[in-house]
């Protein structure tokens, strides 16, 4: 199960800070990301991290605004937000999928199967 909080609406140039509370077998899944979407759009990835090794990775449209990570003791993967964009808003759902080998470990997208239910961020 993945449940995901802190969602809300704030002013561009704030902050928020997502959090989403693993639990049963997708505790141990190596891969853990942030995607979101809006009406009428695909729903892009936002971030990955590779548990094992803590190796993040970010869309370039949040680079240098947004940080992934994770607290294994806690099984709670958290994006902070920060320098919030209107472009921002949407729903950002958490998901949980295997890593793949390909020359390394490595979290693909498409191979997130497990998603949470989602929360709403609204950047004005």
């Known amino acids: 199960q993945l449940v995901e909080s802190g969602g809300g609406s704030v002013q561009a140039g704030g902050s928020l800070r997502l959090s989403c509370a693993t639990s049963g077998p997708i505790s141990s899944r190596n891969c853990l990301g942030w995607f979101r979407q809006v009406p009428g759009k695909e729903r892009e990835v936002v971030a990955t991290?590779?548990?094992?090794?803590?190796?993040?990775n970010y869309a370039d449209s949040v680079k240098g605004r947004f940080t992934i990570s994770l607290d294994n003791a806690k099984n709670t993967v958290y994006l902070q937000m920060d320098t919030l964009k209107p472009e921002d808003t949407g729903m950002y759902y958490c998901?949980?999928?295997?890593?793949?080998?390909?020359?390394?470990?490595?979290?693909?997208?498409?191979?997130?199967?497990?998603w949470g239910t989602g929360t709403q961020v609204t950047v004005s």
């Open positions: 998901a949980a999928g295997p890593a793949a080998w390909d020359g390394e470990w490595v979290c693909r997208t498409g191979d997130f199967r497990y």
């Open positions: 991290i590779y548990r094992v090794l803590l190796v993040p």
